[in-house]
């Protein structure tokens, strides 16, 4: 079997993350790769939440955008937008938040707006969606991001999606009640916020990286834990799944998607 890349290697880890127990709100892209392959693996009875009111959705390739009709049609159930939201997000129903983002800074803030100032920006990104609500009301907030200077960031351009505002306790000042991120994976390392500022901190390299790599990725002078632990790679059994998973959806959608 072709070694994993970094890229699905990030998916993988991310995937370990969820357990059967969650209930998980879904962003697309890499986010839905790594709740489906969790679902596909390790997590089996994970239940699944789109934006657009799917619930318990089972798809067999990874839907386009949240409106793709492959959501709605393995899903248990579909509501409306508004109950998706107010009973079941704000509800406080929604264990884990996925997402992602264009940039991220020190303090999991994610920007998907745009890239320089707001007035007249050098790019006009896809938006917030509902993303701003979920890193607000899910229980804790997991992130997968490609890891670059670009997009981690010293400060981001625009605060989209609130992480941990300006660190330590500024969450719960702003009266915001639940965790915010708690895990960020890359395609480089695992990062944790630390329990006292809420900075982002290397606890885990994936394999083949190095401290160095990261350091370079990284538009601030990352920090490390005491010990930094050493990400075993993907089993053939996730490797596989994962790939099948990519090809079906290449076939449904063609290669673009």
Same mark, same amino acid.
């Given at each position: 079997?072709?070694?994993?890349?970094?890229?699905?290697?990030?998916?993988?880890?991310?995937?370990?993350?969820?357990?059967?127990?969650?209930?998980?709100?879904?962003?697309?892209?890499?986010?839905?790769?790594?709740?489906?392959?969790?679902?596909?693996?390790?997590?089996?009875?994970?239940?699944?939440?789109?934006?657009?009111?799917?619930?318990?959705?089972?798809?067999?390739?990874?839907?386009?955008?949240?409106?793709?009709?492959?959501?709605?049609?393995?899903?248990?159930?579909?509501?409306?937008?508004?109950?998706?939201?107010?009973?079941?997000?704000?509800?406080?129903?929604?264990?884990?938040?996925?997402?992602?983002?264009?940039?991220?800074?020190?303090?999991?803030?994610?920007?998907?707006?745009?890239?320089?100032?707001?007035?007249?920006?050098?790019?006009?990104?896809?938006?917030?969606?509902?993303?701003?609500?979920?890193?607000?009301?899910?229980?804790?907030?997991?992130?997968?991001?490609?890891?670059?200077?670009?997009?981690?960031?010293?400060?981001?351009?625009? *605060? =989209?999606? &609130?992480?941990?505002?300006?660190?330590?306790?500024?969450?719960?000042? #702003?009266? $915001? +009640?639940?965790?915010? /991120?708690?895990?960020? *994976? =890359?395609? &480089?390392?695992?990062?944790?916020?630390?329990?006292?500022?809420?900075? #982002?901190? $290397? +606890?885990?390299?994936? /394999?083949?990286?190095?401290?160095?790599?990261?350091?370079?990725?990284?538009?601030?002078?990352?920090?490390?834990?005491?010990? $930094?632990?050493?990400?075993? /790679?993907?089993?053939?059994?996730?490797?596989?799944?994962?790939?099948?998973?990519?090809?079906?959806?290449?076939?449904?959608?063609?290669?673009?998607?």
């Amino acid at each position: 079997m072709t070694p994993a890349t970094s890229a699905e290697t990030m998916v993988v880890v991310a995937a370990r993350a969820l357990s059967s127990d969650d209930i998980c709100f879904v962003g697309i892209g890499q986010p839905s790769a790594a709740c489906n392959l969790a679902r596909l693996t390790g997590a089996p009875d994970i239940t699944l939440i789109y934006e657009s009111g799917t619930i318990a959705t089972e798809p067999d390739v990874l839907p386009l955008s949240i409106g793709d009709g492959e959501l709605c049609n393995t899903a248990l159930t579909t509501v409306s937008v508004s109950e998706m939201f107010r009973y079941w997000l704000q509800g406080g129903r929604v264990t884990k938040g996925f997402l992602g983002g264009a940039q991220i800074d020190r303090f999991a803030n994610l920007n998907t707006t745009v890239i320089g100032p707001y007035d007249k920006p050098k790019t006009r990104l896809p938006g917030g969606g509902g993303a701003p609500e979920i890193a607000t009301d899910c229980g804790e907030i997991y992130i997968i991001m490609k890891q670059s200077p670009r997009s981690f960031v010293d400060k981001v351009d625009f *605060v =989209t999606s &609130l992480g941990h505002g300006r660190g330590g306790e500024d969450r719960a000042r #702003l009266g $915001v +009640t639940t965790k915010g /991120p708690t895990l960020v *994976v =890359t395609d &480089l390392c695992v990062m944790k916020p630390d329990p006292g500022t809420k900075e #982002l901190t $290397v +606890t885990a390299l994936l /394999p083949g990286a190095t401290r160095e790599a990261v350091e370079k990725a990284t538009g601030w002078p990352v920090k490390f834990a005491g010990r $930094v632990e050493e990400i075993p /790679p993907p089993t053939d059994t996730e490797l596989t799944t994962l790939r099948d998973l990519y090809a079906r959806t290449a076939a449904a959608h063609g290669d673009g998607a």
